[in-house]
């Protein structure tokens, strides 16, 4: 499976940035698709996730109300819609992928095995 995330920039405070993430695989819709990201000197943490087989997502608190994950099967492509962007969501967005994790691991990047290069967001305030 091959994965590959676009769609950063630099963007100021309160602006819209949508990410995406392009896959390869035929299968895709049975997999969990999920944003990471990382802020320089910190660890990589949860953004959000979807099940491509039943579409239920998942979000972390800090973008509760203002990302939206989504999918656009004839493209193969995952997205990240981001509004309301803070200089605290500055980070390398990572996409991953993988078929086989529970619910309850969908917010561990551990869990998965495929992922895209990243791209970089910056918000400027």
């Known amino acids: 499976v091959q994965l590959q995330a676009y769609g950063g920039g630099l963007v100021q405070a309160g602006e819209s940035l949508r990410l995406s993430c392009a896959h390869s695989?035929?299968?895709?819709?049975?997999?969990?698709v999920a944003w990471f990201r990382q802020a320089p000197g910190k660890e990589r943490e949860f953004v959000a996730a979807?099940?491509?087989?039943?579409?239920?997502?998942a979000y972390a608190d800090s973008v509760k109300g203002r990302f939206a994950i989504s999918r656009d099967t004839a493209k193969n492509t995952v997205y990240l819609q981001m509004n309301s962007l803070k200089p605290e969501d500055t980070a390398v967005y990572y996409c991953?992928?993988?078929?086989?994790?529970?619910?309850?691991?969908?917010?561990?990047?551990?869990?998965?095995?495929?992922w895209g290069q990243g791209t970089l967001v910056t918000v400027s305030s």
């Open positions: 991953a992928a993988d078929t086989t994790i529970i619910r309850s691991s969908w917010y561990t990047s551990a869990q998965y095995h495929y």
């Open positions: 695989e035929r299968t895709f819709g049975r997999m969990v």
């Open positions: 979807m099940s491509l087989r039943d579409r239920s997502t």
